[in-house]
């Protein structure tokens, strides 16, 4: 099965700098990659995804790249604020099945 | 539109008792999952159902049941619970593969 793999697994940053979080993944008929947000106490939440027909995307502060060659993907956050601060997951999934692989995750705490 | 709900939100059970998690979606999702969150392991897949009526196993199935009643909803069961399954338990569904999963507020189950 599909294996993702999250690094590093805490991030501490100063308010308004950047902050990038990497994941890699075996299985090469993965084509969906999504990324989510928990908040402490909170359920995840989806914050951006892409697919593997898209080098990259972006949404306001937040973006993604994916190097399918090298099967890793990455979630950049811009001027990081203390909402910021929270649990990330990376995740992948193959069309041969429905399951969605999820990373350990990347606790990110943004200093004010 | 409640989402997916879960019930109980806490419980505290003895080894070797049994109990079962309940999820339901008012979402019309096909497919519906049940993942566990450990401290430092991301989420866990345990079981999931692509579609009403079928069922498959994920990571970690041992010591876990599920029955996928009908579309809306999606129950797992510990049958003789142990230590090892104190953790977090999160339903989710999606309607697609490449739609986002909608997650329920998570089950806190300790095992003493």
């Known amino acids: 099965g599909e294996n993702v793999e999250q690094h590093p697994s805490t991030l501490s940053v100063q308010e308004g700098d950047s902050a990038v979080i990497k994941c890699t993944y075996s299985?090469?008929?993965?084509?969906?990659f999504p990324w989510y947000k928990q908040e402490l106490g909170k359920r995840p939440q989806l914050i951006i995804d892409?697919?593997?027909?898209?080098g990259e995307k972006k949404d306001q502060r937040i973006a993604v790249t994916l190097n399918k060659t090298a099967k890793h993907f990455s979630l950049h956050i811009t001027e990081t604020q203390p909402e910021d601060s929270a649990v990330y997951f990376c995740?992948?999934?193959?069309?041969?099945?429905?399951?969605?692989?999820f990373g350990a995750g990347t606790t990110v705490t943004v200093r004010a | 539109n409640a989402g997916v709900t879960q019930t109980p939100k806490f419980q505290v059970l003895k080894t070797g008792q049994s109990m079962t998690l309940q999820c339901a979606q008012d979402?019309?999702?096909?497919?519906m999952y049940w993942y566990r969150q450990d401290p430092g392991m991301g989420l866990r897949l345990i079981y999931y159902?692509?579609?009403?009526?079928?069922?498959d196993k994920g990571e970690v199935p041992n010591g876990y049941n599920v029955s996928r009643l009908n579309k809306r909803e999606f129950s797992l069961r510990l049958e003789s619970a142990a230590p090892s399954q104190t953790s977090v338990y999160f339903c989710?569904?999606?309607?697609?593969?490449?739609?986002?999963?909608?997650f329920g507020n998570g089950t806190r189950l300790t095992v003493t």
């Open positions: 995740a992948a999934s193959s069309p041969k099945d429905y399951k969605l692989s």
């Open positions: 299985d090469s008929a993965s084509n969906y």
């Open positions: 892409i697919r593997s027909n898209v």
């Open positions: 979402m019309n999702h096909n497919s």
């Open positions: 159902s692509a579609s009403e009526g079928t069922t």
């Open positions: 989710a569904s999606h309607r697609g593969i490449y739609e986002p999963l909608h």
